[in-house]
Nanobody, 127 residues
């Protein structure tokens, strides 16, 4: 089973930046989606940024232009660069993965589409 371990979370002031990492082990998917989701206290988990194995990316409107997802295939590592952070970005950030090539439009931002999850890393943004 795929194992995902996130790191890089922390506390920053509004306007600051962070870089999250997700290291995958036992990763045997050749075609896949990987992504970053987040969940704030009392709210549902939501999709933030997704990358497909061919490099195609999808971003939620709330993070578009501020967050950048990337991957290092040689190191089996997924990254999320978070810039211009806002207090409303405060959440637990989770890395997720699923095999496959096609998902319907906007389905790739749905947590229900993903089966493999990490334990999360906390991001806290103060005003």
């Amino acid at each position: 089973q795929v194992q995902l371990v996130e790191s890089g979370g922390g506390s920053v002031q509004s306007g600051g930046s962070l870089r999250l990492s997700c290291t995958a082990s036992r990763f045997t998917y050749t075609m896949y989606y990987m992504g970053w989701f987040r969940q704030a206290p009392g709210k549902e988990r939501e999709g933030g940024a997704i990358i497909r194995s061919d490099g195609r990316t999808t971003y939620a409107d709330s993070v578009k232009g501020r967050f950048t997802i990337s991957q290092d295939n040689a190191e089996n590592t997924l990254f999320l660069q978070l810039n211009s952070l806002k207090p409303e970005d405060t959440a637990m950030y989770y890395c997720a993965a699923r095999p496959g090539w096609y998902l319907p439009p906007n389905a790739d931002l749905s947590p229900a589409a993903f089966a493999d999850w990490g334990q999360g890393t906390q991001v806290t943004v103060s005003s």
